[in-house]
């Protein structure tokens, strides 16, 4: 059973700094690209960031290039989403997805995590 | 904003069919990119239910279905039930590989 379990949300200042994690299990994880969904209170999904299933190509969206690092682990079966430069509108629940090829190509996400919370405020 | 949109949101009754729009343009949609569907029941995360513009994943129930036309995709749903309650999103892609979402449209079962 495909599992993704996020953590590292919580509550940060403006400006600040923050890792989250997404725990993978139930398949070959290095085998399949992953990428960072957020969703704002009360509003829509949000496209953030997508990495291959080797890590050798990234994407962000424009919303947070230059401030957000995608990344992985496979051999700890782990993706992380470093956000620096933290703003009032990051606050959001990101979600971690799997897609259904190594590739970072135009294809769908098809297991999601549960989403954990990032909340940007002084 | 996104570049694509759908409508806020729709009702039907319990039995009834309703459809769902995702309006995009040639840079995403007309260009041939293919349309994903998913639903948001409240309080949980998106879950796939239609992929590459008329694919169910296993598990989807067949009242459930997808089409795409030109610089537009329709998400149908038969048969409508209480526990279909809840937001639905179409996601395609723009011609930088950037990935968007609809704006999502809230399904009330009346």
Partial sequence: EVQLLGSGGGLVQPGGSLRLSCAASGFTFTNYAMTWVRQAPGKGLEWVSTISGSGGSTYHADSVKGRFTISRDNSKNTLYLQMNDLRAEDTAVYYCAKTPSKYSGTYHFDYWGQGTLVIVSS | ?110
């Fill in chain 2, 1 to 110: 904003q996104s570049v694509l949109t759908q409508p806020p949101s729709v009702s039907g009754a319990p039995g009834q069919r309703v459809t769902i729009s995702c309006t995009g343009s040639s840079s995403n949609i007309g260009a041939g990119y293919d349309v994903h569907w998913y639903q948001q029941l409240p309080g949980t995360a998106p879950k796939l239910l239609i992929y590459g513009n008329n694919n169910r994943p296993s598990g989807v129930p067949d009242r459930f279905s997808g089409s795409k036309s030109g610089t537009s995709a329709s998400l149908a749903i038969t048969g409508l039930q209480a526990e279909d309650e809840g937001e639905y999103y179409c996601q395609s892609y723009d011609s930088d590989l950037s990935s968007w979402f609809g704006g999502g449209t809230k399904l009330t079962v009346l």
